[in-house]
């Protein structure tokens, strides 16, 4: 549970090597339909690989908050799951006890109208 993969690092080089990349015309790779063109609404298309590290810095950092909230879900449901065990644990061990209780309960019942019946045969006898 403690296990995190890392997230890869880049040097200041490679970041560099990314901001001098100029993005492709969009019109000249996917020809007449670009399927992904509502994605992007809004973005200017002269950002360029400029901001791609603003862009990875905020997908890391969002990415950071949603799992650290996933692991908080996590250790709240197994939290929840291990109280519903024992809660579990102890309920079937009092049925348990019960059940004992109530075999020992039918035996005490089972003497007492023995020991009625065996009065009553005396009675009947005087």
Same mark, same amino acid.
């Given at each position: 549970m403690g296990? *995190?993969?890392?997230? $890869?690092?880049? *040097?200041?080089?490679?970041? +560099?090597?990314?901001? @001098?990349?100029?993005? $492709?015309? $969009? *019109?000249?790779v996917?020809?007449?339909?670009?399927p992904f063109r509502d994605c992007f609404t809004g973005v200017d298309d002269s950002a360029d690989l400029n901001n791609a590290s603003t862009l990875f810095e905020e997908a890391h950092r969002l990415f950071s908050r949603y799992i650290t909230k996933f692991k908080a879900e996590l250790s709240q449901c197994e939290a929840?799951?291990?109280? *519903?065990?024992?809660?579990e644990k102890a309920m079937r061990l009092l049925c348990s006890q019960k059940e004992e209780e109530l075999k020992d309960f039918r035996a005490d019942l @089972?003497?007492?109208?023995? +020991?009625? @019946?065996?009065?009553?045969?005396?009675?009947?006898?005087?």
């Open positions: 296990y *995190s993969p890392s997230l $890869p690092t880049f *040097s200041k080089e490679s970041m +560099n090597e990314a901001r @001098a990349l100029r993005m $492709p015309d $969009p *019109s000249r996917l020809g007449k339909e670009d929840e799951l291990k109280k *519903s065990l024992d809660e @089972a003497k007492a109208r023995k +020991n009625e @019946a065996e009065l009553d045969k005396q009675l009947q006898q005087k």
